[in-house]
C-alpha cells in the first residue's frame, strides 16, 4: 500500500531558463546606503536639528534688519538686555539688539565658511591625494611636503597666515585652504595604495588603462565612505576653528557677525547676562555636534561592508 497522498502533489513542466533566473533580491548601493542610513534615531534626531539650523540660518536672514554694529537703540533702556520673552526669543543684548538675528547671522557665516572650505579642500585633496598614491615619483614629492607641513601646528599656519593677509573672509578661507587639503591627500593616498595592487586593477593596467581613469573609473568608487568621513570632520572643524579665531578676534572682521564673533562679543556677560554667551555657545555646539553625527553615520552607511 503506497503511503503517498497523489492528490497533494502535482506534475511541473520542464523549464530550460529556470537556471539562468537570478532569485537573489535586485541590490541598490545607494537605496541601501539610505535605509542603513536612516536606521539610527540618532542620526534622525541630528538630522532634524542640522536641517532646522540650515533653514534659519539661511532663510531667516533675507527677512531680517540686523546690522551687527547698531547702537541706535544703545539709549532705549527697555530695549537693554530683555532676557529670552516671547517678544525676543534669544533676548537683547547691551545695544538693544535681538540675540535670535545676531545668532542666525552669525550660523550662516560660520556655515558658508566651513562648506566652502570643506569643499576645496576635499576637491584638491582627492585630485592630489588619487594620484600621489598611485604615482611613485608623485608620492616621493608629496611625502617630503606632507612631512614638512605635517610637522607645523595647522593652527599656527592659519593665524601666521591670517597676520600676513589681513582678517577677511576670503583671507580666513585662503588661510584654511592654503594647507588644510594635504591630510585629506595623505588619507586618499593610503586608501588608494590599498587597492591599487588588487588583480582587477593589475588587469586594467595591463590592458593600458591610464592613471587618470584607474583612479577616477576603479579605485575613487571604493573610496566613498573615506571621503564622507573626512567631509564629517572637516566641517565641524572649520565651523570651531573659525570660532576660536573669531574668538580672539583675529578671524573675521569686526564687522562680520559669525558664532564665534558673538561669543566673544558676550563673554563678559557670563555672569551677569549668562544668556548672551551661553545661547550663540550653544548653537555653535548644536551644528557642530549634529554636522559630525550625521556625517559619521552616512559615512559608516556608504561603506559596502555594513550593507546586508
Known amino acids: 500500500m503506497s503511503l503517498i497522498d497523489k492528490s497533494k502533489f502535482q506534475f511541473v513542466k520542464r523549464d530550460d531558463f529556470a537556471s539562468e533566473v537570478i532569485d537573489a533580491p535586485a541590490y541598490s548601493y545607494w537605496k541601501t546606503v539610505l535605509r542603513q542610513f536612516l536606521r539610527k534615531k540618532s542620526t534622525i534626531v541630528m538630522l532634524v536639528i542640522l536641517i532646522a539650523i540650515v533653514l534659519m540660518s539661511f532663510i531667516y536672514p533675507m527677512f531680517a534688519n540686523y546690522d551687527f554694529n547698531d547702537v541706535s537703540k544703545i539709549n532705549d533702556f527697555s530695549a537693554r538686555f530683555n532676557w529670552p520673552n516671547s517678544k525676543y526669543w534669544f533676548g537683547t543684548d547691551g545695544n538693544g ?3 535670535f538675528d545676531g545668532v542666525w547671522y552669525g550660523a550662516r557665516n560660520s556655515i558658508i565658511i566651513a562648506l566652502i572650505a570643506t569643499v576645496i579642500n576635499l576637491t584638491i585633496g582627492i ?3 588619487g594620484f600621489w598614491g ?8 608629496m611625502m617630503e611636503v606632507y612631512n614638512i607641513i605635517s610637522n607645523i601646528p595647522y593652527l599656527l599656519i592659519i593665524i601666521v597666515l591670517i597676520y600676513a593677509l589681513g582678517a577677511g573672509f576670503w583671507n580666513l578661507i585662503l588661510a584654511f585652504c592654503l594647507t588644510g587639503w594635504i591630510g585629506v591627500a595623505y588619507s ?3 586608501q588608494i595604495m590599498r587597492y591599487r595592487d588588487l588583480e582587477y586593477n593589475l588587469a586594467s593596467r595591463t590592458l593600458g588603462t591610464s592613471n587618470f581613469k584607474l583612479v577616477i573609473k576603479n579605485l575613487l568608487p571604493q573610496l566613498v565612505s573615506v571621503i564622507v568621513t573626512q567631509a564629517s570632520q572637516s566641517l565641524p572643524g572649520y565651523i570651531s576653528s573659525e570660532a576660536f579665531l573669531s574668538y580672539f578676534g583675529i578671524g573675521l572682521p569686526v564687522t562680520v557677525p559669525s558664532l564665534g564673533r558673538l561669543i566673544s562679543k558676550y563673554a563678559q556677560n557670563v555672569t551677569t547676562n ?3 554667551f551661553w545661547i550663540p555657545l550653544t548653537a555653535l555646539v548644536l551644528v557642530s555636534l549634529s ?3 550625521v556625517g559619521q553615520n552616512l559615512s559608516d552607511a556608504s561603506d559596502p561592508r555594513t550593507h546586508r
Do not use: E, N
Open 291 to 293: 554636522l559630525f553625527i
Open 134 to 141: 598611485i604615482s611613485k615619483t608623485v608620492d616621493m614629492v
Open 274 to 276: 549668562a544668556y548672551l
Open 188 to 190: 586618499i593616498r593610503v
Open 97 to 99: 539688539q535681538s540675540l
Open 127 to 129: 585630485i592630489v591625494g
